[in-house]
């Protein structure tokens, strides 16, 4: 798929170790999500990124606060904002917002978490979870936040609620 697309690619879920890592880059992915090893792993999670600067993005979930791991099944008392610093500091080219009580529920974005995880951070932040309509768009757009730079919009252009066309002017702001 990597090298038929046209497009670059975007990897994640189960990334656990270098070599594992090292043949999802290699079949063509042009960056990868590490979640559970950025929480549990944080050495490979710098190793990672000082192979690979650029291609390694941090996809915290989290609840209340709190970071969510192994697909939302173990939740841990670590805080979001702090491991979304911690993996700045290893190197991490971006990272997904937490939101993972969302995900794909249609109920939503939680603007205000993805508000204070990219507060607290200076690289790319990338909102997910819970978009419904082109209004989640637009509350995240106007957050103002320079580094909150892409939205995960899935469901909703599944079922139809949302445009592709329209929510990429949206994003933009250049719709009419």
């Given at each position: ?60 979930d ?22 979304a610093v ?16 969302r ?13 204070a ?60």
């Amino acid at each position: 798929m990597c090298r038929g697309v046209g497009a670059m690619i975007e990897v994640g879920g189960g990334i656990r170790d270098l070599a594992t890592l090292e043949r999802v880059l290699g079949a063509g992915a042009g960056r990868v999500v590490l979640g559970t090893a950025a929480l549990e792993d944080p050495e490979f999670f710098a190793t990672a990124c000082r192979r690979h600067p650029g291609r390694i993005l941090a996809g915290i979930d989290a609840r209340k606060g709190k970071v969510s791991v192994a697909g939302w099944t173990k939740d841990s008392t670590t805080d979001a904002a702090g491991l979304a610093v911690e993996v700045q500091r290893a190197g991490a080219a971006a990272m997904s917002s937490p939101t993972s009580r969302r995900d794909g529920t249609g109920d939503g974005v939680n603007a205000a978490a993805v508000d204070a995880l990219a507060a607290e951070v200076d690289v790319s932040v990338i909102a997910s979870g819970g978009v419904a309509s082109l209004d989640d768009i637009r509350k995240l757009r106007a957050l103002g936040r320079r580094n909150l730079d892409a939205v995960i919009v899935g469901r909703a252009i599944y079922v139809g609620a949302v445009d592709l066309a329209t929510a990429l002017r949206v994003g933009h702001g250049t719709e009419a």
